[in-house]
């Protein structure tokens, strides 16, 4: 499987880190190779909220170079995933704006019908930002709000990043186990009481 992961201005630096951290790890098992793009304002809040330089084994492309491969239909990419994505990265790419590398290959992914995660960071949301989410969904892409869950009782702060990691692995189809799944609740191995 090849990727395109792209990091853009929104808080939420952590979630886009566990996922390189994931794909950099446990991706190889699965066959994943992935390439990496920054915003210039995704780079600064990385800066900001996780303090270190990002060091991968990716190739990273800077957000202005349309050489990239993937920045052409015709290479054999399988998905996207934005983390985070902010309501203008959305919104530009709801609306095929293409002035960067990272509305191009959002182009790609959605004209060659593959997977577009966009991991929104954005609240409130205004009809604005409404009305670009119902665009890019119509065009095909998977709009995830950074959202995390509750029900696995996350004891930390990784351990609630990785429920909203979790999530965009899966809807990136790579099997991962992140985070404890909804099982119901019923306790294991016994049916559910119903109702009298």
């Known amino acids: ?28 098992k699965h066959g994943v190779e992935a390439d990496l793009i920054f915003t210039a304002t995704g780079k600064q809040v990385w800066m900001q909220e996780i303090g270190a330089e990002p060091r991968y084994p990716f190739r990273v492309w800077k957000n202005h170079d349309f050489t990239a491969p993937f920045a052409s239909g015709s290479a054999p990419y399988d998905g996207m995933c934005v983390v985070p994505c902010s309501a203008g990265q959305l919104a530009r790419i709801a609306y095929g704006l293409s002035v960067d590398l990272v509305g191009r290959a ?11 995660v966009l991991c929104l960071r954005e609240t409130p949301l205004s009809l604005v930002h409404a009305r ?25 702060m990784g351990e609630l990043v990785d429920t909203v990691v979790a999530r965009l692995l899966d809807r990136l189809g790579l099997p991962n186990e992140l985070m404890r799944r909804w099982e119901g609740l019923a306790p294991r191995g016994k049916e559910p009481v119903e109702d009298a």
């Open 1 to 28: 499987m090849k990727l395109v992961v792209a990091v853009s201005g929104a808080s939420g630096a952590p979630y886009a880190k566990r996922l390189l951290d994931f794909l950099s790890t446990e991706g190889a």
């Open 132 to 156: 670009a989410i119902t665009a890019v969904i119509e065009a095909g892409a998977i709009v995830m709000p950074a959202s995390p869950s509750f029900y696995s009782a996350p004891k930390d």
């Open 106 to 116: 959002a182009d790609v992914m959605l004209k060659e019908k593959r997977r577009l």
